[in-house]
């Protein structure tokens, strides 16, 4: 049961999408299930401008899987990854802020409108499935 059957481990795939996955580190933990709580680091980026960043902070982001909370792009490929997974995803300007883009504010860059999107983004944990994992071999 290896992620990508088929595929030579680090190859580029494209979505039907349009989403481009580039794997930079490939993970052996779980998968996410839709609904789970998900921790991930990511960087984004619009052109040169760094949109955001978590990989330095002492948290990083928790989101559901599939709840909608990250631009469209991310949200089709956090079901795919596993734990330990860090992929850069390009996405089309039509699944990340679309064509309005998204008005400066503080301390973020103003987004033009259809802006392909760079998302470095990594799976660090599953919260729900850690717990079980600790409780199936004991906390010694």
Not at 93 to 107: D, E, H, T, V
Request: charged share 25%; aromatic share 6%.
């Amino acid at each position: 049961a290896t992620a990508g059957v088929g595929l030579p481990a680090f190859a580029d795939e494209t979505l039907p999408s349009g989403v481009v996955i580039k794997v930079t580190t490939e993970g052996k933990g779980p998968a996410p299930d839709i609904g789970e709580l998900a921790a991930i680091r990511f960087a984004s980026f619009a052109g040169e401008n760094k949109i955001d960043d978590v990989f330095g902070t002492p948290e990083p982001y928790y989101t559901r899987v599939g709840s909608g909370g990250l631009i469209k792009g991310v949200e089709e490929v956090l079901p795919k990854m596993r734990v330990g997974d860090r992929w850069v995803l390009t996405i089309p300007g039509n699944l990340a802020f679309g064509p309005k883009g998204r008005p400066a504010s503080a301390g973020k860059p103003r987004i033009p409108g259809n802006a392909e999107i760079i998302f470095d983004v990594e799976m660090v944990g599953l919260p729900g499935k850690e717990q079980e994992l600790i409780e199936l071999i004991g906390d010694d």
